[in-house]
């Protein structure tokens, strides 16, 4: 079975505070991709991130970072130094064997000024 | 370049009436998927097409069924709508059937009543 576990439910900090989203994932398949997406109060889903199975190496972008652990299924991400218009919810997702993305429950991050 | 829209952008039924959701893919992707995203929850896959045809299902009733068109756009249509399908349908589109990063549109605020 395919699961996507997403264990912090809402997670608050202040502006210029460091926060990482947990993401721990299970799949039996060997060739999988992992996704990141942020929800903000409009709804659209935009796309952050997406690693293959096969690609551990950590990845920045900007404030953003991503840090991929098969030994641990975890892809995990850090945002740095925080803004408010980083409130939004975040989704952790994955696919395997199939394009059809299997999504975690969110996390809601607030970010208060 | 225009990304994924939606239409309507919200709608209200009442119970066992039947509603259709519209969906435009991004521009050069022909591979349209559809999500549920029930209040409070990740987005559940519904269903995928490609080339016309039904490629992939979740677990979902006949009740859901869809129809893409050979301009790429899609449809979802929901028969004898029940309470608890209210919720955000979320359209996706990707540029094939490996697994791309999706990109997803706004969404459709289905409430039933």
């Known amino acids: 079975a395919q699961k996507v576990t997403q264990a912090q439910t809402e997670i608050s900090v202040v502006e210029k505070e460091d926060v990482t989203l947990d993401c721990v994932y299970e799949t039996r398949d060997t060739t999988y991709y992992l996704f990141w997406y942020k929800q903000p109060p409009s709804g659209e889903l935009v796309f952050l991130i997406r690693r293959n199975s096969f690609d551990e190496q950590n990845e920045i972008s900007g404030r953003y970072s991503w840090n991929f652990q098969k030994s641990t299924s975890s892809f995990n991400f850090t945002i740095t130094a925080s803004q408010v218009v980083d409130s939004a919810v975040y989704f952790c997702a994955l696919s395997a064997n199939t394009d059809k993305l299997i999504f975690g429950t969110g996390t809601r991050l607030q970010v208060f000024p | 370049d225009a990304g994924v829209t939606q239409s309507p952008t919200h709608l209200i039924k009442t119970r066992g009436q039947q509603v259709t959701l519209r969906c435009s893919p991004k521009?050069?992707?022909?591979?349209v998927s559809w999500y549920q995203q029930a209040l409070g929850q990740g987005p559940q896959f519904i269903f995928q097409?490609?080339?016309?045809?039904?490629?992939q299902r979740g677990n979902f009733p006949d009740r859901f069924s869809g129809h893409q068109f050979p301009n790429y756009s899609s449809e979802l249509n929901v028969n004898a709508l029940l309470l608890g399908d209210s919720a955000l349908y979320l359209c996706a589109s990707s540029p094939g059937l490996a697994d791309y990063e999706q990109y997803f549109g706004p969404g459709t605020r289905l409430t039933v009543t």
């Open positions: 521009s050069g992707h022909d591979t």
């Open positions: 097409y490609y080339e016309e045809e039904e490629r």
